[in-house]
């Protein structure tokens, strides 16, 4: 979906990768701060489960949580590192060759409200090299800041949205490498209210992300697929100032070392350990008000290019929280408490949570099909441009993703053990990750339990698959006799309406996602049984399309005919090629983001992410 946490940045040419940081692989880091604990940091007393990150490296599993600053090792770069969201600055806004970020994370100590966001912390006040923020340890935060815009009284949170916008990018940065088309704003576009409601949401949901963690989690252990959650939420406002109140509204930064603290595109992935981080009052402080004065500035100049950012500001947001909630199951974090899901909501979403397999396959007719998005939507990212026809063969597709039973049939059969399974590069990354399961999984005494965040659960015999990567996918459809679907069969089956050309836009029509038919927005808490939620349906009688679970085809990411970068030209284009196509979403994505058209990508190593798949009959 997502900002790519975790992309490969050794990929890009020589030039491209000077300077630029490891980011919005999020969707793709986690922390290591260089001291082993934090001031005055005591054990953990809450007996939180050990969490055996070392597996997703393919090195030996520690006997306990990496402590702060310890490095995981990762000899070959088993898992790719974050991609980076490389947006990049005006010439005026860089930081000047050869200077390295301070090793300093440091606040005032000043209560929160007496500060003013003009007032942080800039230079001075640095205590010695690498102390951490004034906050004691024990800090927690429960919830949004006193500053924070909450919803309205009986608002409901958005979760209907169609599509995030594309990603723009400062005009004056470098050259092209071809001609590229101007930016058109959408038509029609969102109401003010609406988007200013979405701000307010979106925000919330990063507040509950990192609720209830303490100054030690909010930094955390130096890996190369996760950022330390501090940074990472300061980052998120810190877009939102730069494209909304700088970009659009044409206002001067709110603090002077902003740029310095949360650009992406300029701060190398490994730096972020080291930054002069604000401590977590002082960085909701900053949050709160770039909130603020972007509710302010749509309520003064509403005008299109206004409400054009902010919208994007809000899917970077969405797609950034995504990556919180898998950073905390990467960490072994508590589960994060999603404060926007009402108990209704919940209900319907979970009211055929147990409801068994679903197996079988859709027939769908092939023929001509138009793959890809329309003109006439709101927003849709590059990669997605434009509908194109092509023409497919007859095929039949699994109605459900693989379940958590018939991959562990594949487990207990051996199939890690048989090369002639997997693909020589398959291969060569399960010798080099040692796996011989997936990433969560350990064996009980009756049977298979998975890691759940910070707890140890029996496994879900009929929640589809979660954390595996492409090559495991791979392998179990050749363990299987079956295949992936390639990315435009994907579609077919889940955007046909059965009738010749006609598309929807989701699976099962036009109406926006509710939890009666998609797992979204994390209000279920988990994933559901693969035959849950029959009325998210589409024409070809696949079910969960959208929801529940990422899905890998067997496409690699290439640009549709006629491609050309929208604004932030790196978006798609620098990982074409190197990645595969997924399509769908999973339980804690964002209802607004996804539709039918929608393309995420990773690279095939990839299993920290919540990725499983479904098959299609070899023909």
Not at 143 to 157: I, N, Q, T
Not at 319 to 348: F, I, K, N, V, W
Not at 378 to 393: G, I, Q, S, Y
Request: charged share 30%; hydrophobic share 35%.
């Amino acid at each position: 979906m997502m900002e790519q946490h975790g992309q490969e940045e050794r990929r890009l040419p020589a030039a491209q990768r000077t300077g630029t940081g490891a980011d919005e692989d999020h969707l793709r880091q986690a922390p290591g701060h260089g001291r082993e604990h934090l001031d005055g940091m005591e054990p953990d007393p809450r007996g939180r489960v050990e969490v055996e990150i070392g597996v997703v490296y393919g090195v030996e599993a520690p006997e306990r949580r990496p402590e702060v600053g310890q490095h995981v090792p990762d000899p070959e770069c088993v898992v790719e590192q974050q991609e980076g969201e490389r947006i990049l600055r005006p010439t005026w806004q860089a930081q000047m060759p050869g200077q390295p970020p301070s090793a300093h994370v440091h606040d005032r100590g000043r209560p929160a409200r007496e500060r003013t966001v003009g007032d942080l912390d800039h230079g001075g006040a640095h205590r010695r090299d690498r102390e951490v923020a004034s906050e004691p340890p024990s800090l927690r935060f429960d919830g949004a800041p006193k500053g924070a815009a909450p919803l309205a009284e009986g608002e409901k949170a958005e979760d209907g949205g169609r599509q995030p916008c594309s990603r723009p990018q400062p005009e004056n940065v470098r050259a092209s490498p071809r001609p590229h088309r101007p930016r058109i704003l959408p038509s029609p576009m969102r109401s003010t209210d609406e988007i200013s409601a979405w701000v307010r949401d979106a925000r919330r949901r990063t507040y509950d992300l990192v609720a209830g963690l303490d100054a030690r989690e909010l930094m955390g252990p130096r890996l190369p697929i996760v950022n330390p959650l501090l940074w990472e939420i300061g980052h998120v406002a810190w877009f939102q100032e730069r494209w909304v109140l700088r970009h659009a509204g044409g206002q001067p930064p709110l603090r002077p070392d902003a740029d310095g603290l949360w650009d992406s595109s300029a701060i190398p992935h490994d730096a972020r350990w080291d930054l002069p981080l604000p401590g977590l009052a002082e960085t909701l402080d900053y949050m709160s008000e770039v909130e603020s004065r972007v509710q302010r500035l749509l309520d003064e100049r509403p005008h299109p290019e206004v409400r054009y950012f902010t919208e994007y500001t809000v899917y970077h947001e969405d797609m950034h929280d995504e990556a919180l909630a898998y950073t905390r199951q990467t960490l072994g974090y508590p589960a994060p408490g999603y404060g926007s899901g009402r108990d209704d909501t919940r209900a319907a979403a979970t009211a055929t949570a147990a409801a068994g397999p679903w197996p079988g396959d859709a027939e769908v007719a092939g023929g001509a099909f138009t793959l890809g998005a329309r003109p006439d939507e709101p927003f849709v990212f590059d990669n997605e441009k434009w509908a194109h026809p092509v023409t497919l063969a007859p095929f039949r597709i699994a109605r459900a993703p693989v379940t958590a039973h018939e991959f562990a049939e594949f487990v207990e059969e051996g199939g890690y053990r048989r090369e002639d399974l997997w693909s020589p590069a398959g291969w060569g990354w399960r010798k080099e990750t040692g796996a011989e399961h997936p990433v969560y999984w350990r064996r009980a005494h009756d049977g298979w339990e998975r890691r759940d965040f910070d707890r140890w659960v029996p496994l879900e015999a009929h929640h589809p698959v979660l954390h595996v990567s492409w090559y495991e996918a791979q392998a179990w459809c050749a363990w299987a006799g079956r295949r992936l679907p390639t990315e435009a069969e994907w579609e077919m089956a889940a955007a046909s309406d059965g009738t010749g050309d006609g598309k929807r836009r989701y699976p099962w029509g036009e109406a926006t996602p509710e939890p009666a038919r998609a797992n979204l927005e994390g209000v279920a808490r988990g994933l559901l049984d693969v035959a849950a939620l029959p009325d998210g349906d589409s024409a070809a009688g696949c079910r969960q399309m959208l929801g529940n679970v990422w899905e890998w085809t067997a496409s690699d990411f290439h640009p549709y005919p006629g491609f050309v970068p929208d604004a932030y030209r790196d978006y798609s284009e620098p990982w074409f090629g190197t990645h595969k196509v997924l399509r769908g979403g999973t339980w804690v994505t964002r209802a607004r983001l996804l539709r039918n058209t929608w393309r995420n990508f990773y690279t095939p190593d990839r299993r920290d992410v919540w990725a499983g798949f479904r098959t299609c009959a070899r023909a």
